[in-house]
Structure formats: structure tokens, C-alpha cells
């Protein structure tokens, strides 16, 4: 197998790698975000109503929840990793094909 080969199926491997900690992180975070929203409804009054957390109120403020914050920034931080790993892949192939076409 050629460098480039060889180069192409690293940065396929690294790609497929970074897809499946993205969707591994989205699966979990519906899970991680209900958890938040119990949380916020156990954690007292609603501040602006002096009244307990409903559903709905604890959502809108779920992201104040650190746990949750904490997932979503691993989230974002996998999408980069994902993005950053198709183009590693994307640069390979074109090097290879530029290679190819200059050795014909």
C-alpha cells in the first residue's frame, strides 16, 4: 500500500473516530439534559416567581446547570474534533490525487 494510501485510511480511521465520540456524546445527551431539568425542579423556588420549577421553567434555564453545561461544551468540542477530522482526510486524498496526477 502507497503513503498516501496508507495516510488516506489514518485520517479515515481518525474521522470515523471522531464520529462516533460525537454521536456517543448526542446519545447521552438527552439523558444528561432530563437529569439537569429534575435537578433544577428539586434545587428550590423559581427565582422569578418565587414559586417551585415547573417542566418547562427548568428547561429554560438548563443550561445554567453544570452538568449539563459541561456535556454540551464536550459536544461542541467533539463537533470541532469532527469537522477537523474531515478535513485531515479530505486533505490526504487530495495530496494523494495530486501526487497521482503529477506522476502520470
Known amino acids: ?3 498516501y494510501a496508507n495516510k488516506i485510511e489514518q485520517a479515515a480511521v481518525s474521522l470515523a473516530d471522531a464520529v462516533t465520540h460525537e454521536m456517543e456524546l448526542e446519545d447521552t445527551r438527552h439523558i444528561i439534559k432530563l437529569t439537569a431539568i429534575e435537578h433544577i425542579m428539586g434545587s428550590g423556588d423559581n427565582k ?3 414559586k ?3 417542566f418547562s421553567s427548568a428547561e429554560a434555564v438548563v443550561h445554567t446547570d453544570e452538568n449539563y ?3 454540551l461544551a464536550k459536544l461542541r ?4 474534533d469532527r469537522i477537523l477530522a474531515k478535513g485531515r482526510y479530505d486533505a ?3 495530496a494523494a490525487t495530486l501526487q497521482e496526477n503529477i506522476s502520470v
Do not use: C, K, Q
Open 1 to 3: 500500500m502507497s503513503d
Open 48 to 50: 422569578l416567581t418565587g
Open 52 to 54: 417551585p420549577h415547573s
Open 69 to 71: 453545561a459541561e456535556h
Open 77 to 80: 468540542h467533539a463537533a470541532r
Open 92 to 94: 490526504a486524498v487530495i
